[in-house]
């Protein structure tokens, strides 16, 4: 909250509601202390003590915008815009959730509730996660070694990779696309989607944009094959580019065959703008009672200091609670036996994409120099 007021330690607030358990992100002043953060809001404003001794940085609702709370099953998150940066509010459980909808609604913010996340991230594991040569028609059932779980897990982004003042981002909307850093994803028997669903009409919505029928598709139809495993890296941030955050997964699969034949769908003229829409109709439906038709987005082939292959997309998306138009930018990384996807959401396009490229960089040089590229 910059420009905010700061009270010292021991000062009166008078509150219509007060919260504890919080964190924050980012921080209000550099290195500033981010958790564990107590919030309170009264008919002036809304205010947050944080770090020892206690600070009190307190910001008037007029300076607050675009404010969205949202419940998840465990938890909740409030986001607010201060002087053109977005703040996010993560709370581990939902004790004071109506208490804080209610100062929330009266200052003009957003409630929503997550009701159709689970069915929505279980047709994203399938999409995004399975996706890249991730179809529901063959599934595979083959074990991989330790090694090459670990290999595969090392080929992920970390807050090393990225420049200082980055973060591990809470309530992202990249959520949607990526599964926890935690989990590891191994092939699974499944039906295919009822033909309403959002997985169905994503999967038509790309298929028709690409040129390519569902029988033959590779990303999200019928000749899709199912990788061994596949894990994400966690979802990061900064305040950098007028706000930023990227996550990516990586994707191993049983023979090197696999990869390619997926690499020559993904060859196709209009795979990048085609890819990324389908991404951002994912995003948006978790929103709306049905799935948009998102048009195709741009192609983006990044320029990068390694070769090798990389295919990417880049389209504009308006979130709900955000002002302003964020991009989404998809790109895919394919080597040997690995497919890598790595999703940004960021503001300032394209001042971005020389970053954008150099994370692409990273992720190419170790799917190209693993022991398991070669295999």
Not at 45 to 56: F, N
Not at 163 to 179: K, Q, V
Not at 199 to 204: I, N
Request: charged share 15%; net charge positive; glycine share 10%.
């Amino acid at each position: 909250m910059r420009g905010a007021g700061r009270a010292d330690r021991g000062e009166r607030v008078s509150t219509s509601f007060r919260s504890a358990g919080w964190s924050v992100r980012p921080s209000f002043v550099p290195h500033g202390a981010t958790s564990p953060v107590t919030l309170l809001g009264d008919d002036h404003g809304l205010t947050q003590l944080s770090g020892t001794p206690e600070v009190a940085w307190q910001t008037p609702w007029s300076e607050l915008s675009s404010m969205q709370l949202l419940r998840f099953s465990r938890g909740m998150a409030l986001f607010a815009t201060v002087d053109g940066v977005r703040y996010c509010w993560r709370k581990g459980d939902r004790r004071d959730y109506d208490e804080t909808a209610a100062v929330v609604l009266e200052h003009g913010g957003r409630l929503i509730r997550q009701r159709r996340r689970a069915g929505l991230v279980a047709v994203v594991v399938v999409v995004l996660l399975a996706s890249l040569a991730g179809g529901l028609g063959a599934f595979f059932s083959r074990n991989a070694g330790a090694q090459e779980l670990a290999d595969a897990k090392a080929v992920n982004l970390t807050l090393r990779d990225l420049p200082s003042g980055w973060y591990t981002a809470n309530g992202s909307f990249l959520e949607y696309l990526f599964p926890p850093a935690k989990d590891v994803i191994t092939p699974t028997t499944t039906t295919l989607p009822a033909k309403d669903s959002a997985f169905a009409q994503v999967s038509a919505q790309f298929e028709s944009c690409l040129g390519v029928s569902a029988k033959r598709d590779r990303v999200y139809g019928a000749a899709g094959q199912q990788p061994d495993y596949q894990v994400s890296s966690p979802i990061f941030g900064s305040s950098s580019d007028g706000g930023i955050e990227a996550a990516n997964i990586t994707q191993y699969y049983a023979t090197t065959t696999m990869v390619k034949n997926d690499t020559a769908e993904m060859s196709m003229k209009k795979f990048g703008g085609c890819f990324v829409a389908s991404n951002a109709a994912l995003i948006l439906s978790g929103y709306k009672s049905d799935v948009p038709t998102v048009s195709a987005g741009t192609n983006w082939r990044p320029l990068t200091f390694v070769h090798g292959w990389a295919r990417g997309g880049v389209t504009t998306l308006s979130e709900p609670g955000v002002k302003g138009t964020l991009h989404l930018v998809m790109v895919v990384a394919t080597a040997g036996h690995y497919e890598v996807t790595l999703g940004v959401l960021v503001e300032a396009w394209p001042e971005a994409q020389s970053l954008i490229a150099n994370l692409v960089s990273t992720l190419k040089s170790r799917i190209t120099t693993s022991n398991a590229a070669a295999a």
